[in-house]
């Protein structure tokens, strides 16, 4: 990093700076400081309001109970947004635990039975508006579905076939979350296993959340996508937190949900994958 921009941290004590994981929209980094280390997250060319959500959801998580970084500061250096957390050191945990606290933090629900977020979510990619609305089909169908729809046409991803295949399994999913009476619980928003990691003390902890209040079957939708959640932690997160009738079937409205978020960011990659979720879902 440039000697000059890490000066103009509010940082004491700064003795070096580390690239870490940090997933691939920000730039990640562990500073080292006279006392404990901290995480740094720097998302070059934005503003300061890039985090506003991130910061919103880790500030949820910890009125919820759950466990997160910390949020010590934010701001914005040079034109580049940078974030400050604790630094959470790693370690081995259990399934189950995990499977636990998710359920515990889908428990949270927003006060009112509405479903949104007070930020938008804001994506290296794509962004979607949260505005509150009792509807969660309305967020998730026409706010997030069919907004990725038109930018995946619009970016030639897919043909018109592909489209109408679409507006078919549209049909189904309007159908069935018309059927369905979903809660607002709290969500992470982007529920994948680069997203946890258990700690030294063997603690699951959460972090990088893209966070909303919507229906809790819409995290469970991202934990299918690339593996890393067991068997134990689904029959955990069950027996903390029943899921009602027909849950799997719509759970492949949030993994196509996903699956067309990374056709949109990686391209023709997953075009398979897209077109075979919404077959299984044509096809039920």
Same mark, same amino acid.
């Given at each position: 990093?440039?000697?000059?921009?890490?000066?103009?941290?509010?940082?004491?004590?700064?003795?070096?700076?580390?690239?870490?994981?940090?997933? &691939?929209?920000? &730039?990640?980094?562990?500073?080292?400081?006279?006392?404990?280390?901290?995480?740094?997250?720097?998302?070059?060319?934005?503003?300061?309001?890039?985090?506003?959500?991130?910061?919103?959801?880790?500030?949820?998580?910890?009125?919820?109970?759950?466990?997160?970084?910390?949020?010590?500061?934010?701001?914005?250096?040079?034109?580049?947004?940078?974030?400050?957390? =604790?630094?959470? #050191?790693?370690?081995?945990?259990?399934?189950?635990?995990?499977?636990?606290?998710?359920?515990? @933090?889908?428990?949270?629900?927003?006060?009112?039975? @509405?479903?949104?977020?007070?930020?938008?979510? #804001?994506?290296?990619?794509?962004?979607?508006?949260?505005?509150?609305? &009792?509807?969660?089909?309305?967020?998730?169908?026409?706010?997030?579905?069919?907004?990725?729809?038109?930018?995946?046409?619009?970016?030639?991803?897919?043909?018109?076939?592909?489209? #109408?295949?679409? @507006?078919?399994?549209?049909?189904?999913? =309007?159908?069935?979350?018309?059927?369905?009476?979903?809660?607002?619980?709290?969500?992470?928003?982007?529920?994948?296993?680069?997203?946890?990691?258990?700690?030294?003390?063997?603690?699951?902890?959460?972090?990088?959340?893209?966070?909303?209040?919507?229906?809790?079957?819409?995290?469970?939708?991202?934990?299918?996508?690339?593996?890393?959640?067991?068997?134990?932690?689904?029959?955990?997160?069950?027996?903390?937190?029943?899921?009602?009738?027909?849950?799997?079937?719509?759970?492949?409205?949030?993994?196509?949900?996903?699956?067309?978020?990374?056709?949109?960011?990686?391209?023709?990659?997953?075009?398979?994958?897209?077109?075979? =979720?919404?077959?299984?879902?044509?096809?039920?």
């Amino acid at each position: 990093m440039n000697h000059e921009w890490i000066e103009k941290l509010p940082v004491d004590g700064i003795r070096d700076i580390i690239p870490a994981a940090g997933g &691939d929209v920000n &730039d990640a980094y562990r500073v080292e400081t006279d006392d404990e280390p901290k995480f740094l997250l720097v998302q070059p060319g934005r503003n300061e309001a890039f985090y506003a959500a991130e910061i919103a959801g880790l500030e949820a998580f910890e009125e919820a109970g759950i466990t997160a970084p910390q949020v010590l500061g934010s701001g914005e250096i040079d034109g580049d947004a940078w974030l400050l957390l =604790t630094y959470l #050191e790693e370690g081995s945990g259990s399934q189950k635990d995990l499977g636990k606290m998710v359920a515990k @933090m889908h428990k949270a629900h927003q006060t009112e039975g @509405m479903f949104g977020f007070d930020q938008p979510h #804001e994506g290296g990619d794509i962004s979607f508006e949260n505005t509150w609305t &009792d509807s969660w089909s309305e967020l998730f169908i026409e706010r997030r579905m069919d907004v990725l729809r038109e930018t995946i046409v619009d970016k030639g991803l897919w043909t018109a076939m592909d489209a #109408e295949s679409y @507006m078919k399994v549209r049909k189904i999913m =309007t159908a069935a979350l018309e059927e369905h009476s979903s809660e607002p619980s709290l969500l992470h928003g982007d529920l994948w296993a680069g997203n946890y990691m258990f700690l030294s003390d063997g603690r699951p902890a959460l972090f990088d959340p893209s966070p909303l209040y919507g229906d809790r079957e819409f995290d469970l939708g991202a934990t299918t996508v690339f593996g890393g959640f067991s068997r134990d932690f689904y029959d955990a997160y069950e027996a903390e937190y029943p899921l009602e009738e027909g849950a799997w079937e719509r759970i492949r409205f949030y993994r196509l949900y996903l699956l067309m978020v990374h056709l949109l960011k990686f391209g023709d990659i997953y075009k398979a994958s897209v077109h075979e =979720t919404m077959q299984d879902i044509l096809n039920d």
